[in-house]
């Protein structure tokens, strides 16, 4: 048996349970999920600020997850939030759907695109795609100017628009693939392939594949230099044994 804890950063429990559904779907039948969400962070993840403010709960989330037994971690936001303090203050691997989906789209095609939710998403989104070394593959990062909630609020429109933008994606920039650039996408992805033909990837099936990947090989996180415990300070997290 895996366990592997997936944490909604934002503090809206429909999208958790939406994630839930997602995760347990791509899981497979001996993985048990851990669904958490960040309690008292933004309702929804849509830009720097919102990142910072859901920091904070996200990595108190995971700190609990690893003492539950949490074999590996899965931050469910696509701007990656504080994934790199997640990984100082984690024993286990922690796979950020954005690093995970874009490793499987330069995987799958020579070319691929993004669709995301809000304009101001676009230069997070390009940002870490180059980070992630999917830079110059990467045709274009497009955004259908919805904003994270309305995904639920309006599931039609938002289906309707999304295709769109992977049918432009496909036609218009050349793309070979395209990943799905927010979790509240999810349950869109398989129908997304079958009505485009474009390949559509999912950042949270993505990222729990990879994480029962790196459980089955036995790997943690290093804790030789970047990604060291946190130094003791008061009020701030102490190290624990991995």
Not at 199 to 213: F, K, L, M, N, S
Request: aromatic share 4%; charged share 25%.
């Amino acid at each position: 048996m895996m366990r592997i804890h997936v944490i909604n950063p934002n503090s809206t429990l429909s999208m958790t349970d939406q994630i839930g559904r997602a995760s347990r779907r791509a899981a497979s039948q001996e993985t048990e999920i851990d669904l958490s969400n960040g309690e008292g962070a933004p309702v929804s993840v849509e830009g720097y600020t919102d990142e910072a403010l859901a920091v904070p709960a996200m990595l108190a989330a995971i700190r609990d997850a690893e003492r539950r037994g949490a074999e590996a971690h899965v931050i469910a936001c696509f701007d990656d939030p504080g994934l790199s303090a997640a990984r100082e203050v984690a024993g286990a691997p922690v796979v950020g759907i954005c690093q995970a989906a874009v490793q499987v789209a330069v995987t799958l095609a020579s070319r691929f695109s993004v669709v995301t939710t809000l304009s101001r998403s676009v230069p997070i989104i390009e940002d870490l795609v180059e980070s992630y070394g999917g830079g110059r593959r990467c045709r274009r990062v497009r955004a259908v100017d919805l904003p994270v909630l309305a995904l639920e609020e309006d599931p039609e429109c938002a289906y309707e628009l999304i295709a769109a933008a992977v049918r432009a994606a496909r036609d218009q920039d050349g793309a070979e693939a395209v990943v799905l650039g927010c979790a509240g996408m999810a349950e869109m992805c398989e129908q997304l392939t079958r009505e485009t033909g474009v390949p559509v990837i999912d950042g949270v099936t993505a990222a729990v594949r990879q994480a029962e990947a790196l459980i089955g090989m036995g790997y943690r996180t290093s804790k030789l230099g970047g990604y060291a415990w946190p130094r003791p300070k008061s009020g701030g997290f102490a190290p624990e044994a991995a």
